[in-house]
């Protein structure tokens, strides 16, 4: 039996769902809902609400040791919303497979979270910011790794030798790194404003680098993965990969048109060595989950052509336009899961596959 954990991009005020014990924010109605999948059955099974009471829980990520990190996309500070929200809002939220009540982790930083991936090696969580015109790639080094609601520092990814990465890069340059320190992780706006930049003003202020509605990310023990969905001189994406050993930045890939790669945002990497894009774009005939492979070979791997003609659960219309999120892969590399935004649900995927491919 697998345990997947979903997240719920909503942004309405509308009020929390599940029991008062999973609530952070009464107002608020994004959260995440746990989902048992039988492999033997192929069926899923139990499900229940699992975080509730956060605004717009975007994507995040899966830890070592069996949590779920969800992200929130939305930026309140204290007081900003007196009268709807209780609390600040724009955090990153861990959440237990087996329950109890989630955590917030304040050291992530204050921000329009995207993805959280954990690097297991060291611990370090980095963080992806879904931001335009600008946004920032960052690191939480956890005071005491594995504990991090025990607190930690918060990093912004800088660059020798140049500040603006949203263009203008070779593929396959490899650019030196370094991370400046966020000296107020909490801070939602810029000192006297409304922003919602406080924490990337600070990074960028510091020398950081700016990159452009920065989405997926995923650690393997050598290598972190992230994309900028509109980067790139076509503005079309970007993925990246940062070695933590080297500390270098390497533009991996970047698409030449829309046709090739329409806006990738989440994304994974498979234990047969490749990636798996999810599209966010424009294609009228249904958007991809796009393969990367090891040599960089960019191929289609499925199509959305969700057409529902009668309802299903109270859903009609045509879906093909919708986005592909929350991809990941099963332990053991046999069953990659992903979401159709809009309805609203989860696939499940098996083989067989074949190495170097995804």
């Not at 593929?171 to 991370?179: I, K, M, N, Q, S």
């Not at 409304?194 to 050598?222: H, K, N, Y």
């Not at 076509?234 to 990246?240: E, I, K, L, R």
């Not at 309802?311 to 592909?324: I, T």
Request: charged share 20%; glycine share 14%; with cysteine.
């Amino acid at each position: 039996r697998l345990v997947l954990i979903r997240n719920h991009e909503q942004t309405q005020p509308t009020g929390a769902f599940g029991p008062e014990s999973i609530w952070y924010d009464g107002a608020a109605s994004g959260g995440t809902t746990t989902i048992e999948f039988d492999t033997a059955t192929r069926r899923g099974g139990i499900a229940h609400p699992s975080l509730s009471g956060t605004l717009q829980n975007c994507a995040g990520g899966a830890t070592p040791w069996g949590t779920w990190l969800s992200c929130e996309e939305f930026v309140a500070g204290s007081g900003d919303y007196p009268d709807v929200l209780k609390h600040p809002h724009g955090f990153v939220f861990e959440v237990g497979a087996a329950g109890g009540p989630p955590r917030r982790l304040d050291a992530c930083g204050l921000f329009r979270h995207e993805a959280a991936a954990v690097h297991q090696p060291t611990g370090d969580v980095y963080l992806t910011e879904d931001r335009t015109p600008q946004a920032g790639f960052y690191r939480m080094r956890p005071d005491k790794p594995g504990d991090l609601a025990r607190g930690g520092t918060l990093q912004m990814l800088a660059v020798e030798g140049r500040t603006d990465l949203r263009s203008g890069v070779r593929p396959g340059a490899a650019l030196r790194a370094r991370w400046q320190p966020i000296g107020h992780p909490g801070r939602a706006h810029s000192p006297g404003t409304r922003d919602g930049v406080g924490v990337l003003m600070q990074g960028l202020e510091a020398g950081g680098a700016a990159f452009t509605r920065l989405e997926g990310c995923f650690a393997t023990s050598d290598v972190v993965y992230f994309t900028s969905t509109d980067g790139g001189d076509a503005h079309v994406g970007q993925v990246w990969a940062y070695r933590p050993a080297s500390e270098e930045l390497t533009l991996l890939f970047q698409a030449r048109d829309r046709e090739q790669l329409n806006y990738p945002d989440n994304l994974c990497f498979s234990p047969r060595g490749g990636l798996v894009l999810c599209e966010d774009g424009d294609r009228l005939g249904g958007q991809y989950l796009q393969g990367l492979s090891a040599d960089l070979d960019l191929f289609t791997f499925a199509r959305n052509q969700v057409v529902l003609e009668s309802p299903v659960h109270g859903h009609v219309g045509d879906f093909r336009r919708s986005e592909w999120a929350g991809v990941c892969f099963s332990p053991d590399g046999r069953w990659l899961f992903a979401n159709v935004f809009n309805p609203g649900f989860t696939v499940a995927i098996t083989g067989p596959w074949r190495r170097g491919l995804i």
